[in-house]
């Protein structure tokens, strides 16, 4: 066992969240004696996204150079240091378009260069930092009587620390994956897609997930092209011509695209302080109310922007303004909507003016997540009801290089979208691939045998059970996430009704029970009892999605590091 100086800091990942954690260390200028960083894979800031695990040459991110958070040295200065002929598409010389999204590969490999500046200006402050790449952590136990840690490794080495910060990123649990044939629980690693696939396939959603999975596998079974007229079209390879691709979504929607944003980066401008939450909580019965979240950081920032639009929606509800926004998607088929989205976002981008409305809700999901676990439970199943559905179509900002790919695919009469009921389902085939159970919008049921199928929903969130460090469980420095009900009445209606368990109190409240782990405002644990442990912050993402609706993205993890790091 190593036992580090005093005053330790343990990173349990070395991923993005990793990266920022290093990030607002060097520029709050905290100075802990020690950082101990462990990575299971053999690379640093990259995590499952933007390396080999994630992506393939493929694979772009929704962002763009000018959209990052401002590190040590911009996107722009380290491709002119470190000029690659590697993504010709993007970027020759060290020459690129900082409004371009970023192939997921070179971002990732901006990434780790950032990690790597930010332990040398951790070191030139005077801190230790030690690295365990390719160490996974088996387990985190608490030594009760220093208030610290043992992190044990699997290369047989433990340690001592002060404070842990559990970054451990994206999982996706593997289902039947390894058992079943054919069946894939998630497109990652994209390289475990090896050949092609002379039949047609099922994938499971339309997210940015489904996209990746898309773009993978349709370059198994033929080819892109950019014809004369500019147009891309897709032709199959000859021994892949019965290669389809069917798509199941409950919504019946592809992706919005990404549009001209007038605003930068996400702003902490944008949130509810800290002081202006329980300031409200006081007077408003110890909740943060949803709607009053829509006004100040939905409605009122659109009327700065759009009058015009603003005054449409004025005196709307959320559920109005959903209903309104959504009634517009519905009336057209989806590849006609996504087509004409298209249209609309290139005309943002030439004439660099924003679609308001959708920048202002994007603005609103980040900006709600910080008073989200102040919300009564009734406000947060109106949020999952409602709002969601909609902002998890518009945030997606999806690529137009993507676009392009997915209607040549369409064009080609390669690809569908097939709107499911929420009760369909898929079970794994005695042989290979699975069985899609489902009800069409025309009430016709199915069940159509693919011999692949690939779920492709997007990150889940986990649960306290599936936290893989079993000494904090058995110690209950975790707890699962829950919310109080404004009414008891509400409450015993839904408990014989709502499939999220709601919960009875021994103080006769009532408390519905959302995904994920309990956290404060500075993303520490809760532990059974409602207790802050102090030394112990939450920022894998998966374990937190409960309590931040909208919990994805570097912006996120820049804001959590930073509140962590306050608190440090």
């Known amino acids: 066992m190593e036992n580090i100086d ?3 800091i343990a990173l349990i990942g070395g991923g993005p969240s990793a990266l920022l954690m290093m990030k607002n260390i060097v520029d709050q200028q905290l100075k802990p ?3 101990l960083i462990f990575e299971k894979n053999d690379r640093l800031g990259v995590g499952m996204p933007y390396g080999k695990c994630g992506a393939g040459y493929e694979h772009v991110a929704n962002v763009s150079a000018n959209e990052l958070p401002k590190f040590s040295c911009s996107f722009e200065d380290y491709l002119e240091r470190n000029p690659t002929n590697e993504f010709p598409d993007f970027s020759v010389n060290g020459k690129f378009n900082i409004y371009q999204v970023i192939p997921r590969l070179l971002l990732g490999n901006y990434l780790e260069y950032q990690f790597d500046q930010y332990i040398k200006m951790a070191k030139e402050n005077g801190i230790k ?13 608490s030594i009760t009587e220093n208030h610290q840690f043992k992190i044990i490794t699997d290369l047989k080495k433990d340690y001592i620390t002060d404070f842990v910060v559990i970054c451990t990123g994206h999982h996706w649990p593997k289902k039947h994956e ?16 090896k050949t092609n696939t002379n039949f047609p396939i099922a994938i499971r959603g339309t997210s940015l997930t489904a996209v990746d999975a898309v773009k993978t596998i349709s370059r198994l079974n ?83 922007k759009d009058p015009e639009f603003h005054s449409q929606i004025e005196h709307l509800g959320i559920e109005d303004f959903v209903d309104k926004m959504m009634s517009i998607r519905k009336e057209l088929d989806t590849f006609q909507l996504f087509k004409a989205e298209y249209s609309e976002a290139e005309k943002s981008i030439k004439r660099h003016q924003s679609i308001s409305w959708k920048e202002t809700l994007s603005a609103f999901s980040y900006a709600m997540n910080y008073p989200a676990k102040h919300f009564s439970a009734e406000d947060m199943l109106r949020l999952r009801k409602t709002l969601l559905p909609l902002i998890s179509i518009i945030i997606a900002s999806l690529p137009q290089s993507s676009y392009k790919e997915i209607i040549a695919l369409y064009d080609a009469g390669i690809i569908d979208l097939i709107q499911v009921n929420k009760d369909s389902f898929v079970e794994p085939h005695s042989e290979s691939g699975g069985i ?75 408390y519905l029970k959302v995904h994920g782990l309990e956290i404060n405002d500075y993303f520490q644990s809760l532990d059974k009892y409602g207790q802050t442990v102090n030394n112990l912050f939450i920022m894998a993402v998966p374990f937190i999605g409960g309590l931040n609706p909208d919990y994805s993205g570097l912006d996120f993890c820049d804001t959590a590091a930073s509140r962590i790091v306050k608190v440090l």
């Open 6 to 8: 005093s005053r330790t």
């Open 33 to 35: 004696d020690t950082i």
């Open 129 to 141: 930092v030690i690295c365990r790449k390719n160490c996974p952590v088996r387990d985190i136990i």
């Open 178 to 193: 390894e058992t079943v044939a054919g069946w894939f629980d998630s497109p990652y690693p994209p390289s475990k897609f």
């Open 222 to 304: 033929g080819k892109f092209e950019t014809q004369k007229d500019g147009q891309l079209k897709y032709f199959l390879n000859s021994d892949s011509e019965n290669f389809r691709i069917d798509l199941f979504s409950t919504g019946g929607f592809l992706p919005a695209l990404r549009f001209h944003s007038d605003d930068a980066a996400y702003s902490n401008d944008w949130m509810m302080s800290l002081e202006e939450i329980y300031e409200y909580k006081e007077s408003h019965n110890g909740f943060v109310d949803l709607d009053h979240v829509f006004d100040i950081n939905f409605k009122l920032p659109l009327k700065k």
């Open 436 to 510: 899609y159970h489902y009800q069409s919008v025309e009430n016709e049921k199915h069940q159509k045998h693919y011999k692949l199928f690939v779920d492709a929903i997007g990150q889940q969130p986990l649960e306290m059970n599936d936290l893989p460090f079993e000494g904090l469980r058995s110690e209950e420095l975790v707890s699962p996430a829950y919310l109080n009900f404004k009414s008891n009445t509400t409450a015993e209606i839904l408990s014989k009704t709502e499939k999220d368990p709601v919960i009875k109190g021994q103080n006769d409240n009532y």
